[in-house]
Nanobody
Framework: QVQLVESGGGLVQAGGSLRLSCAAS??????VAWFRQAPGKEREYVAM????????DYAASVKGRFNISADNAEKTVFLQMNSLDPEDTAVYYC????????????????WGQGTQVTVSS
């Protein structure tokens, strides 16, 4: 059972930045992804990375503003969020799985409890 703990959320003004962290109990699963769920909306995919950092992928809504990276030695994945917009307000979750496609489709993986990000206008 892989345990994931997210941190780094908070309140920030529009245009600001935050860095989220996802600490994993192990890095045996190849891929780690971030998702988010805004109030009244379905949870959506944000970005994915493999533990070696050689593969990254982003949702169109965050590409160019967010950067995902992995520190395999520390078993931690980061999500650097820049140029934040009130539309980015959501609970952000990280998840891990050995299957990238299934993970992106939220059909597999271990999940953290989430961290709240609030962007004020």
């Amino acid at each position: 059972q892989v345990q994931l703990v997210e941190s780094g959320g908070g309140l920030v003004q529009a245009g600001g930045s935050l860095r989220l962290s996802c600490a994993a109990s192990e890095s045996s699963n190849s891929f780690v992804a971030w998702f988010r769920q805004a109030p009244g909306k379905e949870r959506e995919y944000v970005a994915m990375v493999n533990w070696s950092g050689t593969m990254t992928d982003y949702a169109a809504s965050v590409k160019g503003r967010f950067n995902i990276s992995a520190d395999n030695a520390e078993k931690t994945v980061f999500l650097q969020m820049n140029s934040l917009d009130p539309e980015d307000t959501a609970v952000y979750y990280c998840a891990t799985s050995s299957w990238a496609v299934a993970l992106r489709q939220q059909k597999a993986g271990y999940w953290g409890q989430g961290t709240q990000v609030t962007v004020s206008s």
